[in-house]
Nanobody
Framework: VQLVESGGGSVQAGGSLSLSCAAS???????MGWFRQAPGKERERVAI???????TYADSVKGRFTISKDNAKNTLYLQMNNLKPEDTATYYC???????????????WGKGTQVTISS
């Protein structure tokens, strides 16, 4: 399983970015998610979307970020609005094994895309 992120970049606070993750496998049958890691900090779960499209967000991004997927394109998205400097991190796309619940965790990871928010 290969996951390739795109769409990172640098914007000012209050701006928006949209991330994409192209998967080499079917997304409809997997839990998918976005994680991020800032320098010196632990990796943080940002948002996940289950096989039934149930979504869960970190409290820090609720109301600002939206996770979605297009199963026809096997692509995962993360729309990020009202970005804050504390959102600065490397963002990773992740996928679980087929038919596993999200609670089992992620097994496949992309290489990440950098998001930098300036104040």
């Amino acid at each position: 399983v290969q996951l390739v992120e795109s769409g990172g970049g640098s914007v000012q606070a209050g701006g928006s970015l949209s991330l994409s993750c192209a998967a080499s496998t079917y997304t409809f049958s997997r839990c998918m998610g976005w994680f991020r890691q800032a320098p010196g900090k632990e990796r943080e779960r940002v948002a996940i979307i289950a096989r039934d499209d149930t979504v869960t967000y970190a409290d820090s991004v609720k109301g600002r970020f939206t996770i979605s997927k297009d199963n026809a394109k096997n692509t995962l998205y993360l729309q990020m609005n009202n970005l804050k400097p504390e959102d600065t991190a490397t963002y990773y796309c992740a996928a679980g094994r087929e038919y596993n619940r999200c609670s089992v965790g992620m097994n496949y990871w992309g290489k990440g895309t950098q998001v930098t928010i300036s104040s």
